[in-house]
Structure formats: C-alpha cells, structure tokens
Nanobody
C-alpha cells in the first residue's frame, strides 16, 4: 500500500523559512507528477507547486520567487523550500503525487506564519 508522509511544518515568523518533505513509501514502480497544495480555513484547496518526472516545475503566482520545489527520485521524496514566508501562507500543506498511475494525497502538515 502506497503512503505519503509529510514533515517539516511548524510555526515561523514572517520573513522566515521552512522546508517541507514528503516521502512516498510502499510498493512503487512509477512516480510521475509530485506536488504541494494548501488549504486555509474556510478556503478551497489550491495548488502551490508541482514538479514532473523530468524536473519541469510549475508554481502558483503567489509563491513564485519565494518557494522552490524539488524531488529526489532515489528517495521517492519531494521537497518544498519556503522562503520569505508571509502570514497569508498560513495553511495546511498537502503533498499530492501520481504513483503507479493513481493519485495519492498525504494527510497534511500545518504551516503557521506569525506577523
């Protein structure tokens, strides 16, 4: 059974940095797109960033220039480096990956940015 385990969330002051990790475990024979989404209270879940198997990246306009997504295929892990954090980045961050041609979601990790 495939699972996604996220880590790295927490509380940080505005202007600070955090690095999220999401490791895929289980019986895995292919991972295509890996990505991060976020959902703030009372809002819809939104895309933050994605990275394809070849390394092509896509970012939401709100995080361009501040966040960087990367992946380590040997470790089946995707990362999100978040710099210059703002209070409006406060959300639960979810990892989403297409593994074995199926969409999988992590349980989420809370990121809170204080002003």
């Amino acid at each position: 059974q495939v699972q996604l385990v996220e880590s790295g969330g927490g509380l940080v002051q505005a202007g600070g940095s955090l690095r999220l990790s999401c490791a895929a475990t289980g019986s895995i024979f292919s991972i295509s797109v890996m990505g991060w989404y976020r959902q703030a209270p009372g809002k819809q879940r939104e895309l933050v960033a994605t990275i394809g198997s070849g390394g092509r990246t896509n970012y939401a306009d709100s995080v361009k220039g501040r966040f960087t997504i990367s992946r380590d295929n040997a470790k089946n892990t995707v990362y999100l480096q978040m710099n210059s954090l703002k209070p409006e980045d406060t959300s639960v961050y979810y990892c989403k990956c297409i593994i074995n041609f199926t969409i999988h979601w992590g349980r989420g990790t809370q990121v809170t940015v204080s002003s």
